[in-house]
């Protein structure tokens, strides 16, 4: 649709051409009017000799300021908005303002884009949710805080101002000043938290091969719910159980007809990396991409309605415009907005609880799918599993070529293995290998090869192999990258955190997938964890999951010392006490020399 079909069925009658460019606004002004368009001001940044063009008065920002002139809506020709703009002239005259740009990008772009996404995924019966606009110049009720905001017309870190941030997350008990310093950081903290093709591990951002850590997943699903696109949809300003993901995760594993999961990707989205990406996936029919679109030069509720109307009338495609939801009367405590368009954990929130209801709404219809459609034939495609990754992964093939090289020289029918960090090695650990090994043919020892644990990986390994020397049917091998690692559970060296945020099944996975059947490993075994949550929460995904590859899963119960089960961490607990006598009750000959030449 051109503008001009725009203007008329948004039935604008007075239109004004804007900006700072006095030659620019002129010379738009007058195209315009050349396609039809009856413009009635030309507003400039300062005052001209030339008080009209073509018959069109010129006025300026300051003049519409101090005069209120009858103005239903404002085309604007800039890249950013004057926040004296904004505050003294679009909120208190509530006069609607359309940067150009965003229109012909919204309307060609866009909504060329829609029309092949629907035709990708209606054959799928996949449903694509698009949210427009979201951002604190649209609201209609604003409250101070957001009033502020839009003065401010900037993002959160291009000012030393903290905005009151605590405001924001005043309904959390934890969110104490330190935390919200942590959690919102800088702008070079969020780049590398964002970067698409680099893991990334702290307190608060988690993420494998360009996907977000989203909780509480389950394990067997029927369907699939992917987050796509711009910051709103990654969770930016929030830790990753305070997501839309995170939230919409957890309101679906409420839903008794049928069980999602979500899956949030750290993507920005475009035309063509929506396009390939739909192509690259093995969609179930129900499956569901939400994306969001933001134009933050944008105030004119008729623009957005004018497209959500358009891109609604795909059968296929949900479109909705966030202020139907944020707009509200505010009550105390209610802040959601970190800046004019980023909101924290309160608007994820209030999202997902949206996205809920859309979503079992949509759930009862017959969604469009030509499932016998013969002129329609889907793209070879993977399945959206992090282990997709690894078959491209030259170095994990070589991995592999590795182990099954070392299989031909221990072929035996029962094969156990074992992975240990032993940091240090402990009789504990001496004890878990020695009567494990009595229960197979062959017993592997993997010792975790990350340097993450108080002793380096080089004196562990060691330790290891000196300590179980005399076992004949046992090896001792490096874990790799691909045994607990910080690419496979980066959450096992979480373990000093309050609430670790862990989700070891990758790393079982591609145990058991791959490591195992290249060993011929048929057993796991593990000591029983009293203490650690982490490690606790490792062993129970193995005792679920390993079982489904026919492996079997051994929990041996741990060697204790006078009644107190032995562990590392209360060797480094009398290490640091230097409690010799009983550190050298709980630790082999070998390893209490290790640490007597090198420690005391």
């Not at 957001?146 to 903290?162: C, R």
């Not at 929506?274 to 499956?287: A, E, R, T, Y």
């Not at 009367?329 to 809920?356: C, P, Q, R, S």
Request: charged residues 25%.
């Amino acid at each position: 649709m051109s503008l001009a079909q725009f203007i008329d069925e948004a039935k604008y009658k007075n239109i004004a051409v804007g900006g700072f460019d006095a030659q620019n606004v002129l010379k738009y002004g007058i195209n315009l009017q050349k396609i039809n368009l009856d413009i009635k001001y030309l507003i400039v940044n300062q005052n001209l000799e030339l008080k009209s063009i073509h018959n069109i008065p010129i006025i300026t920002w300051n003049e519409l300021q101090r005069k209120k002139f009858d103005i239903d809506v404002i085309l604007f020709f800039e890249s950013y908005i004057d926040s004296v703009i904004y505050s003294s002239i679009i909120l208190p005259f509530k006069i609607d303002l359309i940067d150009i740009n965003s229109f012909f990008r919204l309307d060609a772009e866009l909504g060329k884009s829609y029309e092949e996404i629907n035709k990708k995924i209606q054959p799928l019966g996949v449903t694509f949710v698009s949210l427009l606009g979201l951002t604190t110049y649209r609201l209609k009720q604003p409250s101070e805080r957001e009033i502020h905001l839009g003065v401010q017309g900037t993002l959160l870190h291009d000012h030393n101002e903290p905005y009151l941030l605590s405001e924001v997350f005043n309904d959390l008990d934890y969110a104490d000043e330190n935390y919200i310093k942590e959690l919102i950081a800088d702008k070079a903290t969020w780049d590398r938290r964002l970067q698409l093709n680099r893991n990334h591990r702290d307190k608060y951002f988690n993420s494998i091969e360009g996907m977000r850590y989203v909780p509480e997943v389950p394990k067997d699903y029927d369907n699939t719910i992917y987050l796509f696109g711009i910051c709103f949809t990654k969770g930016v300003y929030a830790e990753d159980k305070n997501t839309i993901a995170a939230y919409l995760q957890k309101k679906m594993n409420g839903f008794q007809a049928k069980t999602f999961r979500v899956v949030s990707i750290i993507e920005d989205i475009d035309k063509n990396n929506v396009l390939s990406w739909i192509d690259s996936i093995n969609f179930k029919p129900g499956d569901y991409i939400v994306s969001c679109v933001i134009e933050n030069r944008v105030f004119s509720d008729r623009l957005f309605n004018y497209f959500k109307k358009l891109f609604s009338s795909y059968s296929n495609i949900i479109c909705e415009d966030t202020l139907d939801y944020y707009e509200r009367v505010h009550v105390a405590n209610d802040e959601i907005f970190i800046d004019n368009h980023h909101v924290g954990h309160k608007g994820y929130k209030m999202m997902a609880e949206y996205l809920y209801e859309k979503i079992i709404e949509n759930s009862k219809k017959d969604i469009p799918y030509n499932q016998n459609n013969q002129n329609f034939q889907k793209p070879k495609a993977k399945d959206f599993n992090k282990l997709d990754y690894l078959s491209d992964n030259k170095d994990f093939q070589n991995y592999l070529l590795q182990l099954k090289e070392l299989k031909k020289k221990h072929s035996f029918d029962k094969i156990g293995a074992i992975v240990v960090n032993c940091n240090p090695f402990t009789n504990g650990h001496r004890y878990l290998i020695e009567t494990s090994s009595k229960k197979v043919d062959f017993l592997y020892v993997f010792v975790v090869e990350e340097d993450k644990s108080e002793f380096s990986f080089k004196d562990r390994l060691s330790l290891v192999k000196r300590g179980i020397k005399d076992l004949n049917n046992v090896l001792v091998l490096p874990s790799g990258k691909f045994i607990i690692s910080n690419y496979t559970f980066p959450g096992y060296f979480m373990k000093e955190d309050v609430n670790p945020i862990v989700d070891p099944s990758l790393d079982v996975e591609i145990f058991a997938t791959f490591i195992a059947p290249s060993l011929g490993i048929n057993t796991r075994f593990v000591g029983d964890e009293p203490y650690c949550k982490v490690t606790k929460m490792y062993n129970e995904t193995m005792s679920e999951l390993l079982p489904r590859f026919n492996i079997d899963f051994i929990e041996i119960k741990r060697m204790e010392n006078d009644g107190t089960p032995i562990s590392a961490s209360l060797v480094r607990k009398l290490l640091n006490n230097n409690d010799f006598q009983e550190l050298e009750k709980i630790i082999p000959k070998s390893t209490y020399a290790y640490l007597m030449k090198t420690v005391r």
